[in-house]
């Protein structure tokens, strides 16, 4: 069992920057990703950033290429979101999500995702 906790998220002004956390209560020795999604109101959850672990390189949903980055800090078994450059249609709560030997084709859908944090609203808002 893997618990996730988010934090960082808040109100802010369109062309910010903002950097969620996230941190996992189990360190895991197997294959995984670490990922963030994010679901509006009247919307689907909708995928973000993806960070594999051992080796891999990160993935981007297009909305958020050249705008957000994903890293990860293997001794405090974390993840992070840099949000630059945020806009209107940023606001959204954002997840936290843990899978175990994904796939790269994988790390774009929510279903391989097994555990999932509470959740941090992010408004952007002039």
């Known amino acids: 069992q893997v618990q996730l906790v988010e934090s960082g998220g808040g109100l802010v002004q369109p062309g910010d920057s903002l950097r969620l956390s996230c941190t996992a209560s189990a360190r895991n020795s197997d294959r995984h990703a670490m990922a963030w999604f994010r679901q509006s109101p009247g919307k689907e959850r909708e995928f973000v950033a993806a960070i594999p672990w051992p080796t891999g390189y990160p993935a981007y949903g297009d909305s958020v290429k050249g705008r957000f980055a994903i890293s990860r800090d293997n001794a405090k078994n974390a993840v992070y979101l840099q949000m630059n450059s945020v806009k209107p249609d940023d606001t959204a709560i954002y997840y936290c999500?843990?899978?175990?030997?994904?796939?790269?084709?994988?790390?774009?859908?929510?279903?391989?995702?097994?555990?999932w944090g509470q959740g941090t609203q992010v408004t952007v808002s002039s």
């Open positions: 999500a843990y899978g175990l030997r994904l796939i790269r084709s994988s790390l774009y859908s929510e279903e391989h995702y097994a555990y």
